[in-house]
Structure formats: structure tokens, C-alpha cells
């Protein structure tokens, strides 16, 4: 690569520094070959070395900004494209200090800053005519290039001086064009913060992880969206809850926002997810609005997931990456899992993104939260005190197998000594339409205000047993019969029912119908979990043949009778993703699925959805595929 520098401030020819002739005409041939929305210009970098100016043009086009250099020597001609997805925006105006210009610099820490701010002031004073007799125009490019071997970013910043007129204004004019034809080509490429007249809503929680919340987003997340020129509205959560009301409750979300990025941990992504989805328009929201998660918690899971699906980096600057990621910003499909439970007779509906936990994994991750000072250590320590204590479950696995009636040799599968059969359709959401804005405002309102206490204690929607009653606003009618009245409830039930995101499974109290699919094993388990992402953590590949919109629920079974050094090895293997057996193995497998349900024998035990404890007791879950869009650079 031939621009060394990270820095390069490239000049184009003023009038006192004349075209020869011949160069103007090689120029204006240049001119006369370009597509629209493409600009041309040459400039010059000083060589200091060399006491000469190198001659580069730059040609901004649709893949990107081409730089070509071209020396004396004729056979030394270097060449170099920042592709249109490896630059985050621009900026243009008179020449900004160093420290104004964002990015990574201004996360230095004050002493260095104040010693830049010298050097710079000194060098400003030897070399630089003062500011007001510099009449050149500046075009800042931020960019972050993408290398492989290693994976990484490198922030580049490509500094473009336009100064072939005495007026600044004229100056700026030049600069501005070429500005803003690097936005509009950004949103060719589909990038979400560059769509016009939409924000980015970032909701962000200032106790996630370590707790330094608010300070990562300003020193790492901010100077990242101000070179993105992203506009966002920032909500910082005050408590548990806040998010997903807030989702669930703000009329205006659609029409204000193109996407919603959490700076949090899982947790708060889980909240966005729910609040979404208890939304009358939920299906018009899971639709249009992107989601995004920039990772300032513990575990990290989807942030991790989402950068190994369009091979991005993570570490060692993951929040840097992640909102890389969100700016870039194009929509990828993403499955979400509907999830039933019933604890003593109370039913609810919740919906999660990345795992559901019975036995071993959500024990170590529950009963350890009380080592929580220790850091990440406590997994580890409690990991070993599971396996000398080792515990096992009664209980019964219900699943739906992807493939029928084999499944993919890729994939090994235990033996199931039941089986019966089911079946679902793919996209089970899409039956349903979304309630016009003006009727969900009025027509329903009684039951968007009462709905949330019912929706979490109710059975599926198609049960017998079920409990749930949209309410239907009847005040300022008492002239209407009271047949009327009673029928229009009746209508509004109906439509309500229609409206909100239905599962296809029986109700949890209700049996599998046995003749469609689905295969049961009785016995005991050490664990059964389930993932519909890559990762459960940044550090556990838990997933690996997972894909964000595959439409499956990886079930991973460790069944009784598992030895120890076979369960050491396990979960020692779970960073690198070699944890799961190659070859059929009588003990642990991944099972492909769609659905599933578990039954556990007894009363005691920690379940966990998305890394969260829920009540221990019968609990179903099966794959929405593709319901929600999240964030990638890839856009598939
Ligand atoms: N201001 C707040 N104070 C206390 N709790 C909050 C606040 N805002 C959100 N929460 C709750 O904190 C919980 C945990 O947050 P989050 O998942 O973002 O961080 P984490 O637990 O550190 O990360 P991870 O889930 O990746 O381990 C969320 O479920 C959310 O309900």
C-alpha cells in the first residue's frame, strides 16, 4: 500500500501553482469520461524527503474514494480504492485542530491531549499561515479500512485541501460537493444513519457491565457517530423496564426513528425486543426499525454473534467495532424465538434472541452471580464446583427436528425413543397485519393500557384454556344496545387476536399432536440448552453451524450418565466451539430443531431465557424466522 501515512493532506493546484497545459487537458479528458454522482480532482503531497510534490488524483465514485499516484518514474504508478463501506463520513470546512476532528484522538487521555494541543499550537506558529489568510476549504474523509489477517479496522483519515480559488467561500463550494456526494453514495449502499429525515434512538444503560455506561459512549460511541454525521436522540435508562416501555409506548417511533441501537449488555437488548413486540404495530416496527447493539455489558453475546455473521471484528476494541457496525447499518434478518412458560398455573409469553438454558449452563451462570465481584473468574470457579457436585434432571424433551424425518450427517443427532409428528409453517407471523395508527390510538386503547398484566399471565393465543380478553373502549356508546356492545367486544376480540405475534404450537397444558413430527425423550439430563445465535457470550461459541436467520434452535443435550472428563472437556472447548462431538456420541449432541418443549419433573431448578432466570416450570419455545432486522455492514 503506498499511502503510508494515516494522515495525508492532499492539495489540489491553486492558480499560483498553474497546470501546465497539457496537464489541464489530461485533466479536462478525465472530466469529460465520468459516470454521474463521480467527481475528479488532482492534488499534490508535499514530500518532505524528496522536497517535491507527488501528483495523486482522486476520483470519488460509487465503490469508494481511488487514489492514484504518479511519479516520475514511469514505470511507478500506485494505485488505491477506501471502498464506499469503509468510510464512516465526512466533514468539510476551514481546517479544524487535530483534536476537533473526532475519532479515536479524542479518546486520549488529557495529558496527551494537552501536549498535542501544544505541538500543534507551536507547529501552527512556524509553519502554518495563520487562519484567517488560509482561504483553503477542507474535506475531511473518516474512514476505517478493513484487513485481514489478523481481522481489524484501521482508522484512516484522508484530509482533501481545496484551495484553486483566493475565495474561501468558492473554496467550500468544491468541498461541499464532494462532501455530499460521499453521503449520497453511503446511502446507495443502504446505510441506516445516512437515510434522510430519520434518527437513530439509542437507549443506553449506565449500570451495564462495569458500569462505565455513559463515559464509554461518550469517549468511543460519540466521536464515531459525529464522523458519521448520525443524528440520534440518546435515552439513558434509569431502571429496569424503562426500555421496554419506552419502546412499547412511544407513538412517534416509526416515524421518527430508522433504528434503535442499545449500548448495553443483552439484557436491555432483550427489553427492546419485548417492548417491540408489545406494540400494537409490532409487526410494521419489527419490519422497519433495524436494531442495533453497541456491547457495554457482561456477556455480549448478540454483539459478539453479530460480528462473527459479517466477519467483523470484535476485540480488542469491541465497542468501537459494534458501532462501526451500527453506522454502516444495514438491515440482516434476524430469527427470534416465542417462548411459553407456565409456574403454577400462571402462563406467559416472552420473546428472546439468544438462549434458553435448563441444567448446567444456566445453573453455573445463575448460582454464580453471588461470586459477581471476582469478574469473569466466577464461571470458572463455579464450573468446578458443579462438576465435583454434579446434578442431573428429570424430565421430558419435546422437539420439532428441522430436517424430516433425517437430519443433515453435518449435524450428529441422538437417538429419540419416541416419536410422533407436526407441522409448522415457516413464517407463521406473516398471516397477521398491523392495526392502522389512528385505530391503535383510539380503537384500542383500553387494551394496549390494560394488556401488559394480561399478555404475560396468558396461554397461547389457539389453547382452549386461554385466558386472554382484549378490552374494548365502550365509553361515550351508552346509546348503543347492549347486544351491540357485546358483539362488538366479541369483534374486537377476534381482530385483537389476529393483531398480536401467534405461536403455532398447541398451549403448553395441551399434548403434541403425535402423529406430525415430533420426537420426545424421557429421562435425565445434565443440560439441555438452547442457542439461535453463534455465541452466548463474547467468549463462548456456543452455536457454531448457527446463522442469525436459519430458522433454527440448536439444541444441545447432555443427557445422565455423562462422565466428568467428557463434561470437563466440554466445557473447556465452549471459547473455540470444538465442544460439540463430530461423531454420533450416546451422551451430548446438537439437535437442529424448530420447536421444542421441556417438562421438567420436579419443582426445583433454574431456567433461564436470554441469560435471565424465568420461573422454573414447563416452558415451549419455536422459531419466528427472520421476524426482526438487526444491524450488519453486510445486509444479508
Ligand atoms: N438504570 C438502570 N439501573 C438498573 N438496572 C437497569 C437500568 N437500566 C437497565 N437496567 C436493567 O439492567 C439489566 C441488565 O442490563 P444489561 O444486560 O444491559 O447489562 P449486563 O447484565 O451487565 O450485561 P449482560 O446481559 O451482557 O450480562 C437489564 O435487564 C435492565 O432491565
Known sequence: MWVKAQ????????????MQPAAEEEQEQKEKTLLPGELIETFYVENKRRQQNIKIQVKLCAQGVYLRRETNDTDHINEQLIRIEDIVGSSCGARQRKRARGGLNSCRNPSQQQEEEQEESQSQSQSQPPPQTDNSAYLYIYAYLKKEKPLRRVQTLRILRFRSSEDYAENLETAQRWHCRIREHKQHTGAICAAANKRLLILLNPKSGSGKGRELFQKQVAPLLREAQADYDLQITTHSQYALEYVRSRKDLLERYAGIVVASGDGLFYEVLNGLMERMD????????????????????????????????????????ATLICVAGRATPMDVVRVELNHRSRHSVMYSFLSIGWGLIADIDIESERLRSIGAQRFTLWAIRRLITLRSYQGKLY??????PAASPATPTCSAPAVSRISLPNAPYSEFKDLPDDQQSDEFADALSTDRSVYRQTDSWHSAASRRTAYYSIAGQSN???????????????????????????????????EQGWLCEQG?????????????????????????????????????????????????????????????????????????????SGSQGILTVDGERVDYGPIQAEVFPGLINVMTTTGQ
Request: glycine content about 6%; charged content about 15%; aromatic content about 8%.
Open 524 to 600: 435425565e439430563f445434565v443440560m439441555v440448552h438452547a442457542a439461535y445465535t453463534t455465541h452466548l457470550a463474547s467468549d463462548c461459541y456456543f452455536a457454531p453451524s448457527s446463522r442469525l436467520n436459519d430458522g433454527l434452535i440448536y439444541l444441545v443435550v447432555i443427557r445422565g450418565g455423562v462422565g466428568r472428563p467428557q463434561l470437563l472437556n466440554f466445557l473447556l472447548s465452549m471459547q473455540s466451539g470444538n465442544h460439540l462431538p463430530s461423531e454420533p456420541d450416546p451422551f451430548i449432541c446438537v439437535l437442529p430443531v424448530r420447536a421444542f418443549r421441556i417438562e421438567p
Open 480 to 514: 348503543r344496545s347492549r347486544q351491540s356492545v357485546a358483539q362488538r367486544i366479541e369483534a374486537a376480540n377476534a381482530q385483537f387476536a389476529e393483531l398480536v405475534p401467534t405461536g403455532n404450537m398447541p398451549g403448553l397444558q395441551l399434548p403434541l399432536p403425535a
Open 7 to 18: 494522515l495525508t493532506t492532499m492539495t489540489p493546484t491553486s492558480s499560483s501553482q498553474q
Open 399 to 404: 422437539y420439532l427436528p428441522a430436517e424430516q
Open 282 to 321: 409490532w409487526r410494521r416496527a419489527c419490519a422497519q426499525l433495524a436494531l442495533g447493539i453497541i456491547p457495554c455489558g457482561s456477556g455480549n453475546g448478540l454483539a459478539k454473534s453479530i460480528a462473527h455473521h459479517c466477519n467483523e471484528p470484535y476485540d480488542p476494541k469491541p465497542i468501537m467495532h
